[in-house]
Every structure is written in structure tokens, then in C-alpha cells.
């Protein structure tokens, strides 16, 4: 597939520091991506499209008779630190590809996460797995930056965007067949995203002051997720005991990250957590 040679805004640098809750860290790294694209030009360059537009194939992906694996390259986290080799970033990539998993989710922040456009470009360019851009994304830029990347899906945080921003960022990126993955954390924000037209919502299990994970977080809002949208399960998901009660809960799909960065073998793990049936009505 031909792809632009488009890229972004250079990054700002990252925050180094003592540990702060994560809705501050949070805050920091949305106000450098606002910087980042605050010094960037009006127009990307080199903006063509170059490839034919996804039209829904990563939310397609999610729909399955089993419950959907969406599986993680991030190679640091700022709260873990290093996870994997940026320069495997790819094998991993193709490792989830041949072991079942259903989308690849990887890390396009580099000051924070470690990966980049570039990774996410380098990644597309080789599995034919549907593939989530996952940055904090505030400037509909970005969503022509993820298209040019190869992305069939790009996260959108609720908590970072204003209302009209989330409107044009889900607008912004359906418009070129990307599917946003809203990712929410409380019954607010579940609201606003149904309210911007979010057809893809993820609901985050971990706690933003205290980095705890609360997996019946999930369970509880599942019912304030419309049933024509697609249900994704955030965070904390360690064992397919995990996966089968998301799917006793409703989900489509269940995002991990760490348990498979972290494992020996993380194709071997993600064999452990695919195929547990769908209870969706």
C-alpha cells in the first residue's frame, strides 16, 4: 500500500519528576501535545491520501463470535518505565498478529510512551491486523497523521478535549473511514461521548489519582453504552478468567497492554486470553 511520507509536529520533551497522580500526568501530557501542534504549520505537508479509506475495518474487527483481543506495543510506560525494545516494537506486532489477536494497539507518543508515527507506520506497513494510533490526540491534524500512517483506529480521551472538540476529533476522523475509540472513565464522560457520536467506546479501569485498577468498573457502566456501539474494556485484564467476565458483562473487546508486554512469552500469553465466546445479546 502506498503511504504518505507525511509526519507530524516535532515532539516537546518529555516531564521528568517525582511520581504525581495520573490525572496530573495526564494534564502535563495533553498540554505538551498542545504545544506540539500550537507550533505546527496550519497544513501538514505533504497531506495527499495515498491509500483507500478503512471504512470501519477496525471496529469490524471488534464484532466477532469471540471476544475481540486488541493487543498492546507500547515500549515505556511513564508510570512503569521501560516494557519493550523499541527496535522489536515490530516483531512484537507480528507476533500478536500470528497468535489471534484481533487489533494492535500501538503507542504513536514518544516523550512519554516511546513510540511514535513512525512506529505505528512501520507496524501497518507489515501486519494486515487492523491497527489502533494510540496518542492523546487534541488537533484533527493528528487524525490526517494517523490516516497517513496506516491506522484503521485512533484513541480519543474524553477527559482531554473539550465538548466541541470531541465532536470534530470523532467527525475528523470518520470522515476518512478511521474509527475513534473513545475512551472514557465515569458515567459523565460516557454521556459525552454517546452525545458526540461515538460508535466505539472504551471504558478505562484504572483510577487516574490512585493508579489502582477497579475491574468491576467496566461492568458497571457497560449498561450506558448503547447496544449499537461497540463495547471496549480497558485495563487490569490479567488471566481468561478476566476475558470471560468481560464477556459476561457485554463487551466486544478487552484492550491489553502490560500483562503481554510483561510476559515471557507474549504470544503464548495471548493465546491463553483469545476465544472466549461473546455473551453479547
Do not use: C, H
Not at 467476565?245 to 491463553?272: C, H, M, N, W, Y
Amino acid at each position: 500500500m502506498a503511504r504518505s511520507t507525511l509526519v507530524g509536529p516535532p515532539p516537546t520533551a518529555a516531564f521528568e519528576g517525582p511520581a504525581m497522580p495520573l490525572d496530573e500526568m495526564i494534564t502535563r501530557i495533553v498540554a505538551a501535545k498542545r504545544e506540539q501542534w500550537a507550533n505546527a504549520p496550519a497544513a501538514l505537508t505533504n497531506p495527499e491520501r495515498t491509500r483507500p479509506a478503512p471504512a470501519g475495518r477496525f471496529s469490524a474487527a471488534l464484532r466477532r463470535a469471540d471476544i475481540a483481543v486488541i493487543a498492546e506495543v507500547k515500549p515505556r510506560s511513564p508510570l512503569k518505565g521501560e516494557l519493550w525494545p523499541v527496535e522489536k516494537a515490530v516483531d512484537l506486532a507480528q507476533i500478536y498478529t500470528a497468535n489471534g489477536a484481533s487489533g494492535i494497539s500501538v503507542l504513536a507518543n514518544n516523550p512519554f510512551f516511546g513510540g511514535s508515527p513512525e512506529l505505528v507506520a512501520e507496524v501497518t506497513g507489515v501486519v494486515p491486523t487492523p491497527v489502533l494510533y494510540k496518542e492523546f490526540v487534541v488537533d484533527a491534524r493528528e487524525i490526517e497523521l494517523a490516516y497517513a500512517v496506516g491506522a484503521d483506529g485512533v484513541l480519543i480521551v474524553v477527559r482531554t478535549v473539550d465538548d466541541r472538540e470531541l465532536r470534530e476529533l470523532i467527525a475528523a476522523a470518520q470522515s476518512v473511514g478511521i474509527d475513534p475509540l473513545v475512551e472514557t472513565f465515569d458515567e459523565t464522560e460516557i454521556k459525552r461521548a454517546v452525545d458526540a457520536g461515538a460508535t466505539v467506546i472504551g471504558i478505562n479501569n484504572r483510577d487516574l489519582n490512585t493508579f489502582t485498577v477497579d475491574t468491576d468498573r467496566a461492568r458497571r457502566l457497560r449498561e450506558l453504552i448503547p447496544a449499537t456501539a461497540v463495547a471496549v474494556a480497558e485495563s487490569g485484564m490479567k488471566e481468561r478468567s478476566d476475558i470471560e467476565r468481560v464477556a459476561a458483562d457485554g463487551f466486544d473487546a478487552a484492550l491489553i497492554g502490560e500483562t503481554l508486554l510483561r510476559s515471557e512469552d507474549p504470544g503464548a500469553k495471548l493465546q491463553t486470553l483469545i476465544g472466549v465466546p461473546s455473551q453479547r445479546p
